[in-house]
């Protein structure tokens, strides 16, 4: 049913996407470099010293045949895609691609093909360049899949927006344990900049692609109650309340999930609040409270982690610089504590 339903989009998008004249068969379309970020950052943190690192940096291109239909290539750092933190960890290239798909227009919406973003979160149903914080610990350590390889649907009508996508759910061109993934986005804002955001994933995973001689980092390090060598049941959903009117923001971000395996449910929860006060000119002062317990039942899981800082942008808005400090505490303190200091130099579209 899955392959059958599968193969049905497919060939919907191919003939809807490719309404073009016989005459004008024989242009091949323009290509243009679209847009690109440079984020370098000096980390300093206790006891494990410091050190340099780009993050979300990328740079993009883009191939359009006409108003139906377009492609999309998109270079980045590897942190803007890596595997749920239920998979093993992969030797990922420093610099690679992050985004690549064919997207053909319809009366019914826009359908994408290839590696997608899937825009699970707050900060995933944002452009990386319209960050204003660094990411939340439970978006750097992919609680909910970022991008991946699959079908996307997308219908906008103001106020509001929708995505489908179904997925491999290992953010990768294999799918070794032969199960989809399915994501889901619902979003109202309106011209003031208020707004509401749903995000919601379901996957199964199974040894084939969990176990092996490298543990998920779920189990080995993030403390998840999680056995990668069993079949697994995942679903995780968010839900975010914000004010964003391209001056400050005011974001309130919570979510929950269940790991279901061999009769048993195990729960974690993620919550952040996040404030960005324009002071007057280009300063914006930065404030977050972010907490996480990835075993519910365990409350000496939880890692709560408090932000304060600032970001000073150019007159254009293409340029900032960022100082943060982060206080981190878990249930067994351990001197982690850090403090950041972010360039970023970005495009945005050029036109």
Known sequence: MIRLIWAYFIGFFILTSTSVKAENQENLGTFRFSEFSLKPLLRVQEESGSAFALQTTYLGFEWKRDENLRGELLLGSNDMIQPGIWFGPTNQPSFGIVEAFLEGKSPFGDFRAGLVNLQMGYEGAEPEWAWVLPPTHFHQQAWMLGRDFGFQFHFSTYPFTTVMTISNGESSMTNSDNKFWYSALWKIKNSEGYGALVTAQVGETTALS?????????????????????????????????KDDGKSLYLLEGGSGDILQTSMKNSFAFAHLDLAFR?????????????????LSDYSTAVKATSLGFMLTSKDKLQSFTLIGIKNQEGTEVPNDEAQVIFRLNSRYLN
Do not use: H, W
């Open 279 to 295: 002071m007057g000119g280009d300063l914006q002062i930065l404030l977050r409270f972010e907490q996480d317990q990835p075993n």
């Open 210 to 242: 969990t176990g092996g001689v490298s543990p998920s980092l779920a189990a080995s390090k993030y403390k998840f109650a999680f056995n990668p060598n069993s079949d697994a049941k995942i679903r995780v959903g968010a839900l975010a309340l914000f």
